[in-house]
């Protein structure tokens, strides 16, 4: 025997009678009995009838399934947790197997966590405008007020509930890992050690593949956070693109990546300076890298630190028309190299360091980082093309002579304390990256070709782009979350598409009803 489906009257009238009791209208006295009669009439109508039929609306499931991809990984993991604690509080009966299908379907967003708490029983609270009545008005038409009860004028369960969605999310359980491993002398050395003893492969394993894949798992767990935090470092590597041409050319990280890291911003000669800090920041940090690692004993041939120089040389020299320059940029570095130090076959650490801090000085200042060598050619167009030729090969001569410098020391350093060198690897790396860059931001701050003297060319200054683009990428995670946990709290169960229908389920398993 087929049933009659449900009607709207019949869903609004139990409705109205389950809020009569949540809403205290029920005499405390006669609130029990009260319960036990909706619980027998609602038992009876599902006997009786099938649940209504409902119309889907396409802007309703549009907006559920944004919502849904947008919260999908922040709702598996507050899901649970808050199932967990309704539990824990005694209102296991407000948990549904429904809020578990809506968390795994990521076109469907998860109850939030106001909504967990308000089936917990616990009261809304103040509103903003309780606190600040000036803000608000009752209509919210007035220029300078928001509406009394709208989206900007949150309960205390409210904004409780927004905490809750921001830290139960993988934002926020980054940030908490992050605090939580903050204090990193706590770790042992051996540990330490471990930690970073194949930090040299780090390029290698950071390849354009690995980015692929880490860019792609963060738009899955937030994408808001993802497109924010990518315009922003875009705009930001757009005032910095010659600067990054020239720290990668060198096998260095892009310089907007390093200048990023640590929160710089602002114009050509500002952003200059600041890579010096960093690189005198670096310094340090390897200074105390060296100093904690015992290396007493540890020395490399001489002949080895100067033998790929050597062989650059030589095959620049068998270059048609570059014999006579490479002879002489050979007698330059072998009179240089000469004197730094005299008369040691073996090196030690000390030595390397300070080969390599002298070659990578030499280097930056003959052009050996860029593709135009200072010490000739579009400084002094009156040479000739062979002592052009010469001060390329003589730059690029001093970069080989560093990088290998460097190299050493980083193996020696390894050897007496494994993980030591992949420590100073990195710092180096970065050392390289500024330093390849300073000659692109001195440039740049030169010639000022990006100013126009025209208002509507303003985005194009380097400290309006550096400075928006910092702080949309920083600022990505909080903003994505507060969004996100905003519209929750205010439109989640309509975009979640909760019927009268659902809505009167929800409630009467609230009551212990039940669900069929």
Not at 170 to 174: E, F, Q, Y
């Given at each position: ?20 009791l949540?809403?205290?209208?029920v005499p ?18 599902m ?5 209504p039929e409902?119309n889907s609306?396409l802007g309703?499931a ?10 999908y990984?922040?709702g598996?993991v507050r ?6 604690l ?15 299908k ?11 966590s ?7 029983g616990v009261?809304p ?22 509406k ?9 369960r409210?904004?409780?509930?927004a905490g809750?969605?921001m830290a139960?999310s ?5 940030v ?8 990193a ?7 330490r050690?471990a ?8 390029a ?6 690995k ?6 798992m ?9 497109l924010?935090g990518g315009m922003?470092?875009k ?5 910095l693109?010659?600067?990054d041409?020239?720290a990668?050319k060198?096998?260095?990280?892009a310089?907007?990546e390093?200048l990023?890291e ?5 114009g050509?000669r500002?952003?200059?300076?600041q ?6 920041k ?16 540890l ?11 050597t062989?650059y ?18 007698n330059t ?7 730094m130090?005299?008369d040691k ?16 000085g030499?280097?930056a200042s ?6 135009v060598p ?12 062979a ?14 002579q ?12 390894d050897?007496?304390?494994p993980?030591?060198?992949?420590e100073?690897?990195s ?7 500024m330093?390849?860059?300073e000659?692109?931001l ?12 025209e ?10 782009r550096?400075g928006v683009?910092?702080?949309l990428?920083k ?6 979350n507060l969004l996100?946990?905003s519209l929750?709290?205010?439109?989640g ?7 009268p ?7 009467m398993?609230?009551l ?5």
């Open positions: 025997m087929s049933k009659e489906p449900m009607t709207a009257e019949d869903v609004a009238d139990l409705q109205d009678a389950v809020r009569a949540k809403d205290g209208r405390p006295d006669k609130r029990a009995q009260y319960a036990e009669a909706l619980k027998k009439t609602y038992a009876q109508m006997e009786e009838m099938d649940p409902e609306h309703q549009l907006a559920s399934a944004g919502m849904g991809i947008a919260d990984a922040g598996l899901t649970p947790v808050m199932a967990a309704a539990a824990l509080a005694g209102r296991g009966d407000t948990v549904h197997v429904q809020d578990f809506d968390a795994a379907n990521p076109l469907k967003p998860a109850p939030s106001g909504e967990w708490l308000e089936r917990m009261p609270g103040k509103s903003l405008s309780d606190a600040i009545p000036g803000l608000y008005s009752e209509t919210g038409d007035e220029w300078t007020k928001f009394k009860g709208g989206f900007m004028d949150p309960t205390a409210g904004a409780a509930g809750l969605d139960l993988p934002g926020g359980l980054s908490v890992k992050a605090l939580r491993s903050a204090p002398n706590t770790m042992t050395a051996v540990e050690q930690a970073l003893a194949e930090l040299r492969n780090a290698i394993r950071d390849s354009a593949k980015k692929f894949i880490k860019g792609f963060s738009a899955v767990q937030d994408p808001a956070a993802a924010q922003g470092r705009l930001y590597e757009s005032a693109t010659t600067a041409l020239d990668m060198n096998g260095g990280r310089a907007s390093v990023r640590n929160n710089a911003w602002g050509d500002s952003l200059l300076e890579s010096k800090l960093i690189r005198a670096k310094a340090a940090e390897i200074r105390d890298i060296v100093d904690s690692a015992n290396t007493e004993g020395t490399v041939p001489r002949k080895d630190i100067r033998m790929p120089t062989e040389l030589l095959e620049q020299s068998n270059v048609p028309g570059q014999k006579i320059p490479a002879q002489r940029a050979w570095v072998s009179r240089e190299f000469s004197e130090p005299r076959t073996q090196l030690n650490l000390d030595d390397l360091l300070q080969l390599k801090d002298t070659y990578q030499k280097a003959t052009g050996g980082y860029s593709d200072a010490a000739a050619g579009a400084q002094r167009p009156v040479l000739t093309e002592r052009k030729k010469e001060a390329e090969i003589l730059a690029k001569a001093y970069a080989t560093a990088k290998t410098a460097r190299s050493a020391a980083e193996n020696l350093l050897s007496a304390s993980g030591a060198g992949g100073m690897w710092r180096n790396r970065d050392i390289g990256s330093i390849a860059a000659k692109a001195d440039a740049n701050a030169r010639s000022k070709s990006w100013y126009s003297g208002w509507r060319h303003a985005a194009r200054v380097p400290a309006i550096t683009g910092l702080l990428d600022t990505a995670p909080a903003t994505s996100r946990s929750l709290e205010n439109y169960k309509d975009i979640r598409q909760l019927s229908w659902e809505q009167l389920q929800l409630e398993q609230g212990g009803g039940n669900q069929q």
